[in-house]
């Protein structure tokens, strides 16, 4: 693994503002990114778990553009983008790739996989000259298992874990150098789940991907992640590898999070999922 | 072990509901699908037991099934029998069922915030079975309700009680579903993926919070998941279902630790973080098949990596396989196999 960075997010902070109701004046604002700091070096996965209202999925729009920083910086190979205009995003996202949670709700679907695949091509024109288009399309597509037969299919023809391996195919076409996966798998059945799990990991071997894992399945983020950042209330509370953080958790809410993961078979070594003591009031 | 022992004694007794070869049809526009094909199992007073499945296998359509919540006119059960306490819920009419199941039979969905009536306050609605059902005054149920709220973790029940659902958290909002669900004290409880929207640690307290439940008023439990982990604790007996089928069941420990059929086998070694990390996990090939356009025979072999070409001829009914557990059950003709491969 090289030394340089990727991404480097320093001290992000991203508020929303929250609205009066009926003059919708600004009257105050709701932090969901407090301070956030962290690295992706080229070919590396970063894992960010927390739960709902935690702001990991904040991060990651903010780092695409979807958002505005409100403070801080964030750095793609050493440049900062926090205050990119609309061309330096576009030039951006040629490098950076999101794949969404629901394959159903980030499919178009009037479009055949074919014309998904192609379309970040007539953004980026010089990616793929326009008569290799259609075959690169193909070669895509059997590269992340579907078959090529079914370019002229509609997304509503294909399963959940079809349609995320078109979605997966759409973010490869431009070479990125960084996926950020926002509960990319979390909608998928466990069989299928692997599948796509083993795929995303193959891709990173032959593409030297990053990616940026956000998840709250805490086994997902296990298996994938070569680091993972804790987040709770929009700061980063423990950063670690996966097996530091499962088996020596330091901070309380690390601790917490960990031991609710369901365990398997949890009659082996008298390990309970269960945390001891009474049931915490919110 | 006591635990068995009382498992033991259990078995002894006839089953509290006792499902037989049921059968749920579903018209669509592309054809009739056979949402459930000749699903049998029976659920004893006290016990837990976990029905899981990924999406397709028929595991809610089950749920629905006893319920009479079976989407009108497109679902109907079209054979078999649901016997509860001696009468046969599939024959009765909905309006019978309904009735039976709101003081008998209870449940709990996915998501608490769909379940609960946005415009009503809290109270009102937890209150509204002993209203209904038992015609309390609205006083002495909203008394009752105060106190099923207290019993389910909601901190600072007396102001909450007159809240609206938009001002709790979904874990909050699921213990007021499970309230609501307790309050006529049923003999069984179904919960469809109880805490499959929930954070984590909330997961965690929801599951204990039914499992204390549970040991207090003695009700039996269906747990319905696509999460093997989640049930994991709290279910003494799983019954594994593909295609509209059973195809393993069995005590948990039995099932998960000497899995039968290759189909549960897959599943457990699709979880991540079961097994060593940095091995890349062994997924199932191919995805769940099409209801609409089933494989002849089992409806598995088209994935199953030890399929033979009988597996083709005939669909595999369930059977106890040599040197398994009293009471393990696997649809697979090939079960012997799976388990000398542990």
Not at chain 1, 13 to 39: C, W
Not at chain 2, 112 to 135: K, T, Y
Not at chain 2, 215 to 242: F, N
């Amino acid at each position: 693994m090289t030394e340089v960075s990727l991404l480097k997010v320093q001290n992000l902070r991203v508020s929303y503002p929250i609205h009066s109701s009926i003059l919708q004046r600004r009257i105050g604002e709701n932090m969901a990114v407090k301070d956030v700091n962290f690295t992706i070096s080229a070919g590396q996965t970063v894992g960010l778990v927390g739960e709902s209202g935690s702001g990991k999925s904040t991060v990651a729009r903010t780092i695409i553009g979807l958002e505005k920083a409100d403070g801080g910086r964030i750095e793609f190979e050493g440049r900062d983008i926090t205050q990119s205009t609309r061309t330096e995003l576009k030039a951006l996202r040629r490098d950076m790739q999101m794949v969404f949670q629901d394959p159903f709700a980030s499919l178009n679907p009037r479009l055949s996989v074919q014309e998904i695949i192609v379309e970040p091509w007539l953004a980026h024109p010089d990616v793929v000259p326009k008569n290799r288009r259609a075959s690169e399309a193909k070669a895509l597509m059997d590269r992340v298992g579907l078959n090529p037969d079914y370019a002229s299919r509609f997304p509503h023809q294909f399963s959940g874990g079809q349609r995320q391996r078109i979605g997966i195919a759409r973010a490869l076409a431009l070479q990125p150098k960084l996926i950020i996966c926002d509960e990319a798998v979390s909608a998928l059945d466990v069989s299928v789940q692997a599948q796509v799990l083993n795929l995303l990991d193959d891709l990173k071997q032959e593409f030297n991907l990053a990616y940026l894992f956000i998840s709250h399945d805490l086994s997902v983020i296990e298996h994938i992640c070569d680091r993972v950042l804790v987040l709770n209330g929009g700061v980063v509370v423990e950063e670690g590898t996966p097996r530091e953080l499962f088996e020596n958790p330091q901070d309380d809410y690390t601790k917490r999070l960990f031991a609710a993961v369901p365990v398997i078979r949890p009659w082996l070594n008298g390990a309970s999922s269960k945390p001891a003591g009474t049931i915490p009031r919110y | 072990m006591t635990e068995q022992l009382v498992a033991d004694s259990r078995r002894a007794q006839s089953p509290l509901l006792s499902v037989r070869d049921l059968q749920v049809e579903f018209t669509t526009s592309a054809g009739i699908a056979r949402a459930l094909d000749g699903v049998s199992f029976d659920v004893q007073a006290g016990e837990t037991l976990a029905i899981l499945g990924e999406s397709g296998s028929g595991k809610s359509v089950t749920s629905q099934a006893i319920m009479a919540l079976l989407p009108k006119p497109a679902g109907s059960i079209v054979g078999g029998s649901i016997l509860y306490d001696g009468i046969d819920l599939a024959k009765e009419p909905v309006s019978r069922v309904r009735d039976l199941c709101a003081t008998d039979i209870a449940m709990i969905f996915q998501d608490p915030l769909s379940s609960l009536n946005p415009v009503f306050r809290i109270g009102d609605q937890v209150a509204e079975p002993f209203r209904r059902r038992l015609g309390m005054g609205k006083k002495e149920a909203l008394a009752r309700a105060l106190e099923l709220l207290k019993r389910v973790g909601i901190a600072d029940a007396e102001r909450r009680i007159s809240n609206y659902p938009h001002q709790f958290s979904g874990g909050q909002r699921q213990r007021i579903m499970i309230a609501m669900a307790i309050a006529l004290k049923p003999r069984i409880l179904i919960a469809d993926e109880p805490t499959t929207a929930l954070d984590v640690t909330v997961q965690a307290q929801i599951m204990r919070l039914l499992a204390e439940l549970q040991a207090e008023t003695g009700m039996a439990m269906i747990l319905i998941s696509h999460d093997l982990g989640v049930v994991a604790d709290s279910a003494s007996r799983v019954a594994i279902m593909y295609a509209g089928r059973i195809i393993e069941t069995g005590g948990i420990r039995e099932v998960y630790d000497h899995p039968q059929h290759p189909y549960t086998k897959g599943l457990l070694d699709s979880i991540p973080g079961a097994h060593a990390m940095g091995e890349p996990l062994r997924p199932i090939v191919g995805s769940p098949p099409n209801l609409l356009d089933l494989p002849a025979g089992c409806a598995f072999h088209p994935r199953c990596p030890i399929a033979v070409p009988e597996c083709r001829a005939a669909v595999p009914s369930l059977r106890e396989p040599e040197g398994a557990a009293l009471g393990h059950h696997v649809a697979c003709i090939r079960a012997e196999e799976v388990r000398s491969h542990d």
